[in-house]
């Protein structure tokens, strides 16, 4: 059971990138998904979160407009679509997973975690 992330890498302020989060278990579809993000110094951070169905999302107030979550259950995958990106979104993203239908946004309630992909916004 592990999850691995895809898509980051070095863009310029004002730029794009599209994380992915692909999960390898059977339970993925029944679990809700989060995105963190940490940086050099700093504590690891919530960015945004998922229900299993995709109905439910949160974000933190630093995204909210800019980055969108979603998921597709037939792959097994959770993504993060970054907009507008800012220098001070540099960090290393982390996706993590959850069982069951609560939708958590604190990184001590999810159990499962990828080991993360860099993100590096230049100014």
């Known amino acids: 059971v592990q999850l691995v992330e895809s898509g980051g890498g070095l863009v310029q302020a004002g730029g794009s990138l599209r994380l992915s989060c692909a999960a390898s278990?059977?339970?993925?579809?029944?679990?809700?998904m989060g995105w963190f993000r940490q940086a050099p110094g700093k504590e690891r951070e919530f960015v945004a979160a998922?229900?299993?169905?995709?109905?439910?999302?949160y974000y933190a107030d630093s995204v909210k407009g800019r980055f969108a979550i979603s998921r597709d259950n037939a792959k097994n995958t959770v993504y993060l679509q970054m907009e507008s990106l800012k220098p001070e979104d540099t960090a290393v993203y982390y996706c993590?997973?959850?069982?069951?239908?609560?939708?958590?946004?604190?990184?001590?309630?999810?159990?499962?975690w990828g080991q993360g992909t860099q993100v590096t916004v230049s100014s």
């Open positions: 993590a997973s959850r069982f069951g239908v609560e939708v958590p946004i604190t990184a001590a309630a999810y159990l499962l």
């Open positions: 998922i229900g299993w169905s995709g109905g439910s999302t």
């Open positions: 278990r059977r339970t993925f579809s029944t679990s809700a």
